[in-house]
């Protein structure tokens, strides 16, 4: 809104300026936070006595002779077994971002290019369901997943993922392949194209980055995911979040605290990377749906 | 499509249905036999669960007896007798409501409701405000700040809320500062149910006001900027800009906003685990979640009857959307 009439004053400059760093203070000191405490010994990161020792590792020094230590995360990982979590985690995001993008965008694109009215159904049916809180359908899954025998292990809760995160693409890959003019494949079928042939030449080149940007919510719902994770895996089979919430223990006297601790640090990390190479992806992804109302 | 949508119907509409049907049975009996235990002193019966019989009967019917709708109607659900029998035994509006929390269902409605109708118009207003200060900045600075402010949003509800409250603990920096400032080393999260109420809303709202912030920033982009120069020829300061040209052109986007929010909100449950706030704040997916952690004893039915109850809800809450929804998707065709 940058106009040439536009003249700020300087009073609103500043408020804006305090306002902004009050907000940035908010939204990301608790995670530098977290980081540096994660390099410290229980004692310091929660000390009744000064929060200081989170900065200046006074237990740390005692305990291990140097200001930071990286005990917290080799005993999460070797001990605590998080390096099976973080391999749980890697299979299960990759199998559902695999599958919910593959299924996604031929949905998307036969719905987008559909001109029958029970395309619209399915669509509203894909709204609905995303309104469903994830622990309703899971509680429905239990049961059967029981007898069939089929609870605990890896595959069933990836389909289970891939359907829970069906609608959200759905929706974003018919809101992209609607941008993506009708006249395009329409010229590639009167050059002799069939559906297929004009799916696969003229539509797959020009429709990665609405894939990409639908790839990475499914990224973020399989890994962030602990609803279903925690319901659907058997303990030894627990992805990174259930895991970590397992340290928590009942009261935090117990010594797995830090495992905790070093362990979202650890979850968080990758996330935090995707998201800073993927920043604009992400930005159109979460606008498609919103600016057509 | 069609594998879409197999895979949704399956996956999504098939659960539903297996919930309603959990839902109208109950765990069986246990049948109680007398078991005569002899031992060298003589013998004596005993009164036992028979876990052959249990087991059994079980396996034959795995989904329980029959109950039909009464346990929607049970204590830990609906509790029309419980309610008819507060409202005829308390003689002020005082005690009966306060009969009225104790009971399960009702303390997760409210808190799911108070929480709902709390987090979505701050999240509207906050994400606002955050996009109106950040559009005005300078390009360069805006990459980094924006990556700041949608952190608190791609971390997973139960790390952001872990997070915070090892910060707001009492062993943590912002907990134990407030302890020394009011002098008191009690003072603690757990304390009062409103302090838990106020923590937990505080955590959406921080959660959720990125999105809201993201999704008004693309749309700022999108303001006309033809009815803001002549808004300014006419004289309008800078509030009366935003007031009658910005916020109705941005009309839209905030009743998208308030509908995502809203589906959100209704599903609150991590941060009900990240805080331990279990004891003072209870949502319907907690109840739900409470009912099936236990692998031993499982209550599928009372589980499915509250994961009816909150569809039902979330249906009622997003009626007007959907229809206003509807419409517009048949004008546009």
Known sequence: MATLADKKSKKLLIINSIFILAWLIIAAFPFIWTFLGSFKVREDFFSRSDWWYVISGFHTIIETGGRYTLNAFREAWIEGEFWYAARNSVIVTFFVVTISLFLGTLGGYALSRSPYRYAFWILIAALVFRAMPHITLVSGYLFPFFQLNIWGILPTTIIVLVAINQPFTLWLLYSFFKTVPKELDESGMIDGCSHFQAFRYIIMPVMWPGVITAGLFSLMLAYNDFTVTAMLLSYENHTMVPKLASYLGTNQHEGNMMWAVSSVVSATAPLFMVVMFFQKQIISGLTTGAVKG | ?333
């Not at chain 2, 029959?66 to 005690?95: C, I, M, P, V």
């Not at chain 2, 108070?114 to 900045?137: C, E, K, M």
């Open chain 2, 1 to 333: 499509m069609l594998p879409t949508c197999v895979a949704m119907i399956l996956f999504i509409a098939v659960p539903i249905v297996s919930i309603f049907i959990q839902s109208l049975f109950i765990e069986h009996k246990k049948e109680l036999i007398e078991i005569e235990r002899c031992d060298p002193f003589g013998c004596e019966t005993e009164v036992g669960v028979d876990i052959e019989a249990f087991a059994a009967l079980n396996k034959e019917k795995p989904l329980g007896r029959f109950n039909g709708f009464k346990t929607y109607t049970d204590r830990n659900h609906l509790a029309f007798n419980e309610l008819t029998e507060g409202w005829k035994n308390s003689k002020t509006f005082g005690e009966f409501s306060k009969n009225f929390m104790n009971l399960p269902f009702y303390k997760a409605l409210i808190f799911t409701l108070t929480y709902t109708f709390f987090v979505t118009p701050s999240v509207i207003f906050l994400g606002f405000i955050l996009a109106l200060s950040i559009n005005a900045l300078i390009q360069k600075i805006k990459g980094p700040i924006i990556f700041a402010t949608i952190l608190p949003m791609i971390v997973t509800p139960l790390v952001g809320s872990l997070v915070l409250f090892w910060m707001i603990d009492a062993q943590g920096i912002i907990g134990a500062t407030i302890q020394d400032l009011f002098n008191d080393p009690y003072l603690s999260l757990k304390a009062s149910i409103k302090l838990t109420w106020i923590t937990l809303i505080t955590y959406g709202i921080w959660h959720h006001a990125p999105f809201a912030f993201i999704v008004f920033y693309a749309a700022l982009q999108t303001v006309p900027q033809d009815p803001i120069e002549a808004a300014i020829i006419d004289g309008a300061n800078r509030w009366q800009r935003i007031r009658h040209v910005v916020i109705p052109h941005l009309f839209p986007v905030a009743v998208f906003i308030a509908l995502i929010s809203m589906m959100d909100n209704i599903r609150v449950f991590e941060p009900i685990i990240g805080f331990s706030a279990e004891a003072s704040a209870q949502s319907f997916s907690w109840l739900i979640y409470n009912d099936l952690r236990n692998i031993e004893v499982m209550n599928f039915g009372s589980a499915a009857s509250t994961s009816i109850l909150t569809i039902i809800m979330v249906g009622i809450l997003l009626t007007p959307v959907l229809i206003k929804t509807w419409r517009e998707f048949g004008e546009s065709r």
